[in-house]
């Protein structure tokens, strides 16, 4: 056998990357109130992880390093801070495919930095470099060759403020086509072009990294009449405020519905969502008809994931700054040759698994860098649970351990330990009832070494994943500490003031949504120094 026909016998890969969908939004699933009958489809056709999850962010943008992750199989401390931008040394997924023969081809969103696009794709259409965008206007590029996306257009920002028209880099806009549908539709132009009976041609890893159904909450029509008002269920544990500060009650997520939150208003934003989320899967359904018209289906690998989850009124909050289930779980599955039909598993799985789980189904060798475990023998086997703990880590605030059936979630806000909570997730899915708060004082020796138990496996986490060495961790553990010095390390103990660094982290919150938040998000993990004109000296 050639080397060419060899590369060609492997499968295609076919990626759709969903943003800011919930674990739970998917009917085939068991949610009966949201129509979903092509990802439904997906779910038939291959293996869902029920138990898929991000471990939370370092970011209040959580899709930035959630993304970094995927792409590098790399851990949350493990990524170049909050995930602005991809070192080198990180190989990403596209370069560790492309090496391998596959033509790699990126669609849509790119959170990680311009310069980084092109080390993982050959080819590509319709980039959209950013967090998130109005729908129907969203400025994106052609595929550069040399990289640079220098093409720079008009564009008013400020269309309420101003008529000034500044201009931004991108080279095109489809004005009045919502993103799902462009995006889709440079997919299934990619499909129908593509010729694998040549030989030069190689097999492809496809991209297709959707807005949707990240707010601004728009769809077409259709889709929104599929749903009336009066029969949307508010969550079972929908709370008008949350109980105590987690640290970010009011970051720009939070500020999408009133506080308190109003139950009808809470309903019309889990409808919005919903339809967002049927013309999602709509689009989702045009690509793999194209899949099925080439021929190509049988021979493709498709995994379908969602960057991180949302609470949309679930304990009176509305984004994904947290470390409940709702914000940290996300859907997960594969389909494809040799993954088993119709399957489910409750494997403890994380995004950075997809890396090295493709790797392993179409046998190309995992490179050093990446530190995901292949989902492949959960596949095959219901009792391989991949892992028996999940860490989560919000930002400095919030840290959080689970095991098949408990889930401890420690606060601290304001350099101090404020809060502990122990969950059942076995009787309590919906994480309503606080174990420790129920029994004041007075614990049962079962939950006191619970959250013993926990802790310790939270610290070890901490330590082999080096949060401390972030400086969310060092706000985070410092903090923690102070309450639990038995927790302690030389690492901890040795922290110093985190004055300056809490200056840029000011910053960094202060401009979130304008743009220079990525700057100073990047800025908190540099050495610096401030100068008095407020600029900041950087030395490495
Ligand atoms: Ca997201």
């Not at 068991?30 to 990802?39: A, E, R």
């Not at 410092?478 to 000011?506: D, M, Q, W």
Request: with cysteine; aromatic share 12%.
């Amino acid at each position: 056998m050639s080397e060419s026909s060899k590369k060609n016998s492997k499968p295609n890969i076919v990626f759709f990357f969903t943003d800011d969908q919930r674990h739970d939004t998917i009917q085939a699933l068991g949610n009966d109130s949201i129509h979903t009958p092509n990802i439904d489809r997906l779910v038939k056709m291959g293996t869902t992880f029920t138990h898929g999850h991000i471990p939370s962010g370092t970011s209040a943008a959580v899709c930035m390093p959630s993304r970094a992750m995927v792409l590098t199989g790399r851990s949350l401390y493990h990524i170049d801070g909050a995930g602005q931008k991809i070192p080198e040394d990180h190989v990403m997924l596209g370069s560790a495919l492309r090496d391998a023969g596959y033509q790699t081809f990126g669609i849509g969103k790119w959170h990680n930095g311009r310069e980084s696009f092109n080390r993982g794709f050959t080819g590509g259409k319709d980039i959209f470099f950013g967090g998130m965008h109005d729908h129907w206007n969203v400025p994106v590029h052609d595929y550069d060759p040399d990289g640079f996306y220098k093409g720079r257009a008009p564009y008013i920002k400020k269309f309420f403020a101003t008529n000034k028209t500044e201009h931004r880099r991108y080279d095109h806009m489809y004005q009045g086509v919502h993103s799902s549908t462009f995006i889709a539709r440079a997919a299934i132009n990619f499909i129908s072009s593509h010729d694998r009976s040549n030989d030069k041609s190689a097999p492809y890893f496809m991209y297709i990294s959707f807005l949707a159904p990240h707010d601004p909450r728009t769809m077409p029509k259709r889709f929104l009449e599929m749903y009336d008002i009066n029969d949307i269920q508010l969550p079972p544990n929908f709370l008008r405020m949350h109980p105590f500060d987690t640290g970010e009650l009011y970051i720009r997520d939070e500020r999408l519905a009133k506080h308190p939150r109003k139950p009808d208003e809470v309903k019309q934003h889990i409808l919005e969502y919903y339809a967002m989320i049927s013309h999602l899967d709509y689009e989702i359904g045009r690509v793999i008809d194209a899949l099925e018209a080439k021929g190509d289906l049988d021979n493709t690998i498709l995994v379908l994931a969602g960057d991180n989850g949302l609470a949309v009124g679930q304990h009176g909050l509305m984004g994904k700054q947290n470390c409940y289930e709702h914000s940290n779980r996300v859907p997960l599955l594969f389909a494809g040759p040799a993954i088993p039909k119709n399957n489910k598993t409750d494997a403890h799985a994380y995004l950075m698994d997809i890396y090295p789980t493709l790797c392993d189904l179409v046998g190309v060798s995992i490179p050093d860098s990446v530190e995901g475990k292949s989902l492949v023998p959960a596949m095959n086997d219901d009792n391989e649970k991949i892992r028996e703990h999940v860490f989560y880590g919000y930002e400095r605030y919030i840290r959080s351990i689970k095991d098949s059936r408990y889930k401890l979630i420690e606060y601290v806000i304001k350099k101090k330990h404020t809060k502990s909570q122990l969950f059942d997730l076995k009787e309590d899915p919906w994480e309503k009832n606080n174990l420790l708060e129920k029994e004041g004082e007075n614990l049962s020796e079962f939950n006191e070494e619970k959250v013993k138990e926990l802790r310790e496996v939270l610290c070890t986490f901490r330590d082999e994943w080096d949060d401390v060495e972030s400086y969310w961790g060092k706000c985070f553990w410092k903090g923690f500490c102070k309450s639990f010095p038995e927790y302690s390390n030389e690492k901890i103990r040795k922290i110093g003031r985190l004055k300056t660094a809490k200056s840029k982290v000011h910053l960094y919150r202060k401009y979130v949504g304008t743009g220079k938040e990525y700057f100073y998000s990047w800025l908190i993990n540099r050495k610096t120094s401030k100068n008095k004109d407020n600029t900041y000296t950087i030395y490495k």
